[in-house]
């Protein structure tokens, strides 16, 4: 089940100008390290920024939260698998939000056409985890209303009615 959908459209040139003008502090502030690593490898810098922060902006959007109750930049991100793909990651902060959030699995996917670049995020429910317990004692509450609704109640007396 769907616990909800983000979107974001960014002007790629807005990077550009953020990154000429603020540098590796721009690095610092807005990358994951398994992001990092990846930017350090990438051929086009402002073009990966972009993308980035646009995924991480339909990320939050879909967790309901934004840029806030307890969720920041650098709490959520994404990188690419081994066929390109992005896979949304969480620092040790954002993981602990979105386990107490309910939110299982993200999915996003990018595009960048004329200067402009689009974000969607979808994220899932969190599949219910029962207690080891829990199943044999929702069993045992049902075969005891089993067990009464089998128990008759005693007849009536029949008297001469006066």
Do not use: C
Not at 154 to 160: E, I, L, T, V
Request: avoid cysteine; glycine fraction near 10%; charged fraction near 30%.
């Amino acid at each position: 089940m769907i616990f909800g959908i983000g979107i974001d459209v960014l002007e790629a040139r807005r990077m550009h100008a953020s990154y000429a003008r603020f540098g590796v502090h721009l690095l610092d502030r807005l990358l994951l390290p398994r992001e990092r690593v990846q930017f350090e490898r990438t051929r086009r810098p402002e073009r990966f920024l972009a993308m980035n922060f646009a995924a991480k902006e339909a990320i939050v959007k879909a967790m309901g939260t934004g840029f806030a109750h307890g969720m920041w930049i650098r709490d959520v991100g994404t990188v690419q698998n081994h066929w390109g793909r992005p896979e949304v990651i969480y620092s040790a902060r954002g993981e602990r939000v979105r386990r107490r959030l309910g939110i299982g699995e993200g999915h996003v996917t990018l595009t960048d056409e004329a200067g402009l670049i689009v974000a969607v995020a979808v994220l899932l429910r969190a599949p219910v985890r029962r207690r080891a317990g829990a199943k044999r004692a929702a069993t045992k509450r049902v075969a005891t209303k089993r067990a009464r609704s089998r128990i008759k109640p005693a007849p009536a007396k029949r008297g001469r009615a006066r």
